[in-house]
């Protein structure tokens, strides 16, 4: 079934066109994730278009920066072939997994070998033996023989050689990452850490059991990362109050160059803030006392972040629904529903010039203040209060409709099963449209329900969300930009 739109675009001739449309919102950043991407790219090789087969191995390089979006793909590739009787290992497909390793540096390629070994069934070994690669130049040969063979043929193969710098030097780290693996002396695996940047996915379960290990880990921990593992390391004692280690870990958290770098998303920081918060994992084994210091520089890391979203020029009405509490949590995620109408009204209003947000239920409407000095807290105190009245989502339309209004695009925010008040806001939506002669968007994010039937499944300008994490972030971003 997921299949059927992408074949009829193939075996009409337009396989190339797919391939280039995959790219470019690939590459442009407009996809939510990347396996669907992936997924086309397959479907477009498994076609006798020879033109669109061969560009979609092309763009393997080119989409797939990790290891594990490789795996799927091949993944994607295997599900495709099962039933037919030939084949998935045609010489399209080796060249292209070949070129895909050969195509990194000698360096990049062994980090890249020894971080992520599997994923969806399959492993680099897997994938060197089916692809019949045959290594770009020596330093790759090593690696192929490194993961092929293993590190004692490696060993007994180049250990005594006369061997270029630059086999030396992938030589050496492919040292450091088995040393580590076998090494039973603390000190010794932070040694290793220290000098070859080696990340916790090439250390031992063993080993993260260690502070002084996370505390080595923790200098060259990329941001999303470190905050993801704040929890352990507070639960570990690595962060410890007063310490050095949390000096650092606010200095990097607030840190406006590394968030740019990173491009974090303030609702990334709202996620990690909140689970960290919590002062216990999803499951509730792992528990920890959320150090006041880490939790004032995660409030900042997302204020800081504001400045990473990027305008879309569009005029925005905000309406956040408050006829029931919003002290539940959003489904899909660890944020109560209240942070993400908080967080989603603070990202709009700051990155949206003009944009008005307002706290309704049935019959009553006030405006919510968000300036450039409001913190989420202030923001989030405004949305606690709850007003009388059932849930009546055309308010906010009907308000921009009476009072002249010109917007592009409206979003609501409901706790809500979304009932409908005196006007369907679908039908509020068409009235206002008609009237200012904009074709507005309505975009209704239910957060805390799994089913929502507001928009007009036959109207392009309207969208449901049901429940909401950080991906339906993009999703909205991408329908407002007409991406979607």
Request: with cysteine; charged share 25%; aromatic share 6%.
């Given at each position: 079934?997921?299949?059927?739109a ?52 092309r763009?393997?390089?080119?989409l ?10 091949i993944?994607?590739k ?7 009787c030939?084949?998935?290992w ?57 993961v ?22 992938v ?22 850490i ?64 590394a ?36 939790v ?11 400045s990473?979203?990027?305008p879309?020029g ?11 509490s919003l ?27 003009g ?25 989030t ?10 849930t009546?989502?055309?308010l ?43 074709f ?20 392009r ?14 999703v ?9």
């Open positions: 079934r997921r299949n059927g992408l074949m009829e675009l193939v075996q009409a001739g337009r396989g190339q066109e797919v391939v280039e449309e995959v790219k470019r919102l690939t590459l442009e950043g407009k996809t939510v994730r990347p396996n669907p991407a992936l997924f086309a790219l397959a479907v477009c090789t498994q076609h006798s278009d020879a033109p669109a087969k061969q560009a979609a191995f763009a393997l390089q080119e797939c920066k990790a290891p594990g979006q490789l795996f799927t793909f993944q994607y295997k599900e495709l072939k099962d039933g037919l030939c084949g998935m045609g010489r399209g497909l080796r060249r292209a997994v070949s070129d895909w390793y050969n195509g990194q540096d000698a360096l990049s390629l062994a980090h890249t070998v020894t971080r992520c070994k599997h994923r969806a069934g399959w492993s680099h070994q897997d994938l060197f033996r089916l692809s019949h690669m045959k290594p770009a130049n020596d330093a790759i040969a090593l690696i192929s023989k490194y092929t063979k293993g590190w004692k043929v490696v060993q007994e193969t180049y250990a005594e050689k006369e061997n270029s710098e630059e086999l030396l030097k030589f050496a780290y492919l040292e450091a990452v088995e040393k580590a693996k076998h090494s039973t002396d603390e000190q010794e695996v932070v040694h290793l220290e000098e070859y940047r080696l990340e916790r996915e090439q250390i031992l379960t063993n080993h993260l059991k260690s502070k002084e290990v996370w505390k080595a880990l923790l200098k060259e921990m990329p941001v999303a990362a470190l905050m993801r593992h704040l929890g352990k390391m507070t639960a570990d004692k690595v962060l410890v109050p007063g310490s050095p280690e949390v000096a650092a870990v606010c200095e990097r958290i607030q840190d406006e160059q968030l740019t770098k990173a491009k974090t998303h303030p609702f990334s920081v709202l996620v990690a803030s909140e689970n960290y918060k919590r002062g216990h994992g999803k499951r509730g084994k792992l528990k920890w006392e959320p150090n006041r210091d880490i004032h520089a995660l409030d900042s890391a997302f204020c800081k972040s504001l990473n979203v990027e879309t569009k005029r925005f009405v905000v309406g956040v629904d408050v006829s029931v002290s539940s949590l959003a489904l899909g995620s660890s944020v109560s529903t209240v942070a993400v109408a908080a967080a989603m009204s603070m990202v709009i209003a700051r990155s949206e010039p944009a008005e947000v307002l706290i309704f239920s049935e019959g009553s409407m006030v405006p919510c203040v968000i300036s450039e000095d409001t913190s989420l807290i202030q923001v105190a405004q949305l606690v209060q709850v007003l009388s009245g059932g009546d989502c055309a906010p339309i009907q308000w921009a409709s009476e009072n002249d209004k010109t917007v592009d695009v409206f979003i609501i925010f409901t706790n809500n099963d979304t009932q409908f008040g005196s006007t369907n806001p679908a039908e509020a939506l068409r009235t206002y449209r008609q009237k200012s002669g904009v507005s968007k309505l975009i209704v994010c239910g957060m805390a329900t799994n089913g929502l039937c507001v928009a007009d499944p036959d109207d300008g309207m969208l449901d969300v049901c429940g909401f994490d950080s991906r339906a972030v993009d909205i971003r991408n329908f407002v930009l007409d991406v979607i």
